[in-house]
């Protein structure tokens, strides 16, 4: 990697320019924030897991949702819960804004908890090569304990913040990071749902949160098919070609749903198996597929070769694919796509096989690079000694340094802890 600077130096002792002046990398203002919460609470005390790179001065918001049903809906989505551009945003923010006691009731939520907190830095966690993917390759159970390239070791932030004891509903917590915010759906409900998917029927469980069977609730999909729950806590519901399917029900204020996906298919019937290798992308990024297809050959389950298989990332019928490939004599195939969207398929003898990709749209933090002067003016002939570096004092990754000073170039290396001088 290369980093070019231009120096120009006025030769005249009653001219001077300031030193340490960054050139136009800034710092983004966007912190890393990581807000998540249970996916269902109790009624008593509850709390939220927050990560922010740096730690501080946050606010947290707790909001109590008037309509439940439709924000259920919202969860779950790929690109995650935003309402900073909605009504909803503006409500939380015109309520936070007001002076009165809580709680602080709006037309679609009511502000119930207001406070700021501090995040003290956590213990330098395990650094990462080279390869920022590897956080995403890595198999750590915890992705807090691994740290990608170009954040500094020892300045994140990750602990639990207490949010008081909560009665049962549905809440929506805001936390605030300078003028950025991240927001979660937190139940809070002593039912639970189990949902289990079948190619005749799906069955839908409610159970206490120590396990006891719910009669009579009644459960609703997303298509507002409805069933009621027996004396065993059991709601049946015909079967659908969806791959996933979302049960949602209540118990007075208590708000549960569950999301299970299952794919109805013969045993002959075409299938293929896709695998991108991540759990996570950035958007635009290079998406090495690896698939495998299967189906019958002479009546016995087997892999399918030399089938053409295409690419598509659409969920429509007649999307037109991205690409193709040709299955070798196991069935397997590989492909590349760039990650345009959230959904990417393989469609095979007429039929979709469908799978979601999860994107990540942070950014790693750019850096300035900064050069400063051993003096402000010199005087013809006299030896200037220029210094680039970060403003730690170095570089994350070794990269050579071009200094121009009236066309003559000089090329210095610059690296971690060191600057190029």
């Not at 000694?385 to 994350?396: E, H, K, L, T």
Request: glycine share 10%; aromatic share 6%.
């Amino acid at each position: 990697m290369r980093l070019s600077l231009l120096l120009a130096l006025c030769f005249a002792p009653a001219l001077s320019f300031a030193q340490g002046v960054a050139l136009p990398f800034e710092q983004p203002e966007r912190p890393f924030l990581l807000l998540d919460a249970e996916r269902r609470s109790t009624p008593g005390p509850a709390s939220v897991r927050v990560q922010v790179r740096g730690g501080g001065r946050l606010r947290v918001a707790v909001f109590r949702v008037h309509d439940p049903a439709a924000w259920i809906a919202r969860a779950g989505e790929p690109d995650g819960l935003a309402v900073s551009n909605d009504r909803a945003g503006a409500e939380c923010e015109a309520l936070l804004a007001q002076t009165s006691a809580l709680p602080r009731r709006g037309s679609t939520l009511e502000l119930v908890r207001d406070q700021r907190v501090t995040l003290a830095v956590s213990a330098r966690p395990r650094r990462t090569g080279g390869d920022e993917s590897e956080v995403y390759d890595s198999s750590e159970s915890d992705e807090g304990d691994v740290e990608t390239r170009w954040v500094h070791a020892g300045r994140w932030s990750d602990q639990r913040v207490p949010l008081g004891a909560l009665t049962e509903g549905l809440y929506l917590v805001r936390v605030h990071a300078g003028a950025w915010a991240a927001n979660a759906l937190l139940p809070v409900s002593d039912l639970t749902l189990v949902a289990r998917r079948g190619d005749t029927h799906d069955l839908v469980f409610a159970s206490t949160a120590e396990g006891a069977p719910v009669a009579g609730v009644e459960v609703i999909d997303a298509r507002g098919r409805r069933a009621r729950t027996d004396a065993r806590g059991e709601a049946r519901f015909a079967a659908v070609d969806d791959p996933t399917r979302r049960f949602i029900a209540h118990r007075g204020l208590g708000w549960a749903w569950t999301d299970a996906r299952h794919a109805r298919l013969g045993l002959c019937d075409p299938r293929v198996y896709l695998d991108p290798g991540r759990p996570v992308f950035r958007p635009g990024e290079t998406v090495h597929l690896r698939g495998h297809a299967r189906g019958c050959n002479d009546g016995r389950e087997a892999p399918l070769a030399n089938e053409r298989v295409e690419l598509i990332d659409d969920t429509r019928e007649d999307a037109r694919p991205v690409a193709e490939a040709t299955t070798d004599r196991d069935g397997n195939f590989t492909a590349t796509w760039t990650a345009t969207r959230t959904t990417v398929g393989a469609r095979l003898r007429g039929r979709s096989h469908l799978r979601t990709i999860q994107f990540d749209h942070r950014r790693l933090p750019t850096r300035s690079l900064r050069l400063t002067l051993d003096r402000g003016f010199a005087a013809a002939g006299e030896t200037v000694r220029a210094r680039a570096a970060n403003d730690d004092g170095g570089w994350p990754t070794t990269a050579d340094v071009t200094f121009d000073i009236d066309g003559k170039r000089m090329r210095a290396e610059v690296g971690p802890g060191r600057a190029a001088r």
